[in-house]
């Protein structure tokens, strides 16, 4: 396959509450859309880089200049292609696994657009239907968490993911348990505490959850083991699982007996398959993180998502979870399930109203 050029949109999409973690508060989404256009098909990705470098490195201007510099030209210059040499051609250059990975993602999907063959398909998705959880911010109060919840679980979703961090933990936790009882119930600290907090941390045992996600820092991959000796709750890593590898060494050292699998932050869905793969041989369970996807992100997430190792509910939330309008045809839980595309590719497209609407700026990359 043979690419005609990328085109780049940063787009700005509001959201339709502030959405809080121990890394800021953000109102506004900002990403980077990416199209690959080929003489047979065009493809869609999304780069989930931030705004700024708080979750990981990666942000939005520098995801854009490593785009524009490197990557796309070294893609340019790699003649006949297809989603799987990706990236064997971006390996060279280290990191930014997130624009890696939208790079990935676009020329995937226009190759299997081209094909026929849908995502889901390719990936080895053994399930038409994904079950949904959804991720809760960091409130104000613990009554306004409850309405929250609240809310939530009438929409139908069957996992509640918690965010916390020092000063917003052990009474969060204990309000929303005791008033929903025996809800599916996990927890969420990206990386806010440290190997000294560990009492704390065993405090949450006492209320059943389903897991606590990435408590220490995203290095600190010996101190989750060590966690893991004196907390009864498992243990899922997040950011500091970035590779297949990176997941076969956690493992083996007993730092989580859950993974977080975000193709963005991995480099791409092809590694992100290949981490369920090793996690599956392991027997540990994954499930598919959020990062605020639009609809684009979202269906991709959801064909992964349908993999046979994704055995507990992700951040696969609906697309009124964020957006009052999404830049696809909206994604909406029905019985606390959302469907897989089945169409090409990813199975949807940008609408283009929609997209020129929260787009603030455009490059086009001929090759």
């Not at 796309?72 to 390996?91: C, Q």
Request: contains cysteine; glycine residues 10%.
């Amino acid at each position: 396959m043979n690419l005609t050029g990328i085109e780049l949109r940063v787009i700005e999409m509001p959201l339709v509450a502030p959405f809080r973690t121990s890394f800021g508060v953000e109102t506004v989404r900002e990403a980077i859309i990416v199209r690959a256009v080929t003489p047979d098909a065009e493809g869609w990705g999304e780069c989930v880089s931030m705004h700024a470098p708080l979750y990981s490195s990666e942000y939005v201007e520098s995801s854009m200049d490593v785009l524009r510099r490197h990557l796309i030209p070294a893609l340019a210059g790699a003649g006949s292609l297809d989603g799987s040499k990706v990236a064997t051609v971006l390996e060279p250059f280290k990191g930014h696994r997130m624009s890696k990975a939208a790079l990935e993602m676009a020329v995937l999907d226009a190759e299997l657009r081209a094909a026929g063959i849908p995502l889901s398909r390719e990936l080895g998705a053994v399930r038409a239907e994904v079950d949904c959880g959804v991720s809760v911010g960091i409130m104000d109060s613990i009554p306004e968490l409850l309405d929250a919840v609240d809310g939530y679980l009438a929409e139908g979703y069957q996992r509640i993911k918690l965010k916390i961090e020092p000063g917003w933990d052990i009474e969060p936790v204990r309000a929303v348990r005791e008033r929903f009882g025996d809800i599916l119930l996990q927890v969420d600290a990206n990386t806010a505490y440290r190997r000294g907090d560990a009492r704390l941390l065993a405090g949450l045992d006492d209320f059943d959850l389903l897991l606590i996600e990435q408590p220490l820092d995203e290095e600190d991959v010996l101190g989750h083991a060590q966690l893991a000796e004196v907390v009864k709750t498992p243990i899922c890593l997040d950011e500091s699982i970035v590779s297949a590898r990176a997941a076969a060494d956690a493992i083996a050292l007993g730092a989580c007996s859950i993974v977080n699998i975000k193709p963005g932050r991995v480099g791409g869905y092809l590694e992100a398959r290949r981490i369920h793969d090793v996690c599956r041989a392991n027997d540990i369970p994954v499930w598919c993180g959020g990062m605020l996807e639009t609809g684009i992100g979202r269906a991709a997430n959801l064909a992964l998502a349908a993999l046979p190792g994704f055995t507990l509910p992700g951040d696969t939330s609906g697309s009124n979870r964020y957006y009052a309008q999404d830049i696809t045809d909206p994604f909406t839980v029905e019985n606390g399930v959302l469907p897989v595309p089945t169409g090409p590719g990813i199975g949807v497209t940008p609408h283009t109203d929609a997209l020129d609407a929260v787009t603030t700026r455009t490059e086009w990359i001929t090759f």
